[in-house]
């Protein structure tokens, strides 16, 4: 059983507009979160990251927010912009209290239109 | 720095065949890992290091084999290829640790007939 899910395969936003990816964990020794970006043909990059004291980490037009009593935590991208389609996955850790490995999620595919 | 870089980009293998993926990392990071990335199943953890000389297995290690004799290089066996082993092939490096931060090489997607 998948112990990070991204329950939406994918998500069309208008250019300028808000998107918001979500992502549930079932793990509760999870204790650190982040999310990636991918290109086609390339590898995942590191977009943002978020500690299980915080709720809310910002960084420009990227927040992530972590609701731990829901297992939850979404991604806010204020404005979107084209240069932001690509796949999104968000990740989980907790190191030695839950495999001392990130966990990932399926990936939301993001597609942003002008 | 060119990063993390992976050879080949691109593989065919049948089914039987052996072939090495390789990895190679300028940051001087301790932790290296190797990730394969299925649709809808997210990137999953197949074996890592936490330095030279120590390697261990991760959520699907069955049908590879590593090896860490450098910091820099971290190459990933496949011993008798099969079609389940069709993938997109991640390595990446951590000055941190295999549970944080990870940066990725441009991957190998190989394909098993």
């Known amino acids: 059983d998948q112990q990070v899910k991204q329950n939406s395969p994918s998500l069309s936003v208008q250019e300028g507009r808000i998107s918001i990816l979500n992502c549930d964990y079932t793990n509760s020794m999870f204790d650190y979160f982040l999310w990636y970006k991918k290109y086609p043909a390339e590898g995942p990059t590191f977009l943002i990251s978020i500690s299980s004291i915080k709720d809310k980490n910002e960084d420009g037009r990227f927040t992530v927010f972590l609701n731990k009593s829901a297992k939850h935590l979404s991604l806010h991208i204020v404005p979107s912009q084209p240069g932001d389609s690509a796949v999104y996955f968000c990740?989980?850790?907790?190191?030695?209290?839950?495999?001392?490995?990130?966990?990932f999620g399926g990936g939301t595919r993001l597609m942003v239109k002008p | 720095n060119a990063g993390v870089t992976q050879t080949p980009k691109f593989q065919v293998l049948k089914t039987g065949q052996s072939m090495t993926l390789q990895c190679a990392q300028d940051m001087n990071h301790e932790y290296m890992s190797w990730y394969r990335q299925d649709p809808g199943m997210g990137l999953r953890l197949i074996h890592y290091s936490v330095g030279a000389g120590i390697t261990d297995q991760g959520e699907v290690p069955n049908g590879y084999n590593v090896s860490r004799s450098t910091t820099e290089d971290f190459p990933l066996r496949l011993l008798s290829a099969a079609p389940s082993q069709t993938s997109v092939y991640f390595c990446?490096?951590?000055?941190?640790?295999?549970?944080?931060?990870?940066?990725f090489g441009p991957g190998t997607r190989l394909t098993v007939l």
């Open positions: 990446a490096s951590s000055p941190e640790g295999v549970a944080d931060t990870q940066y």
């Open positions: 990740a989980a850790s907790g190191g030695n209290n839950a495999g001392n490995m990130l966990t």
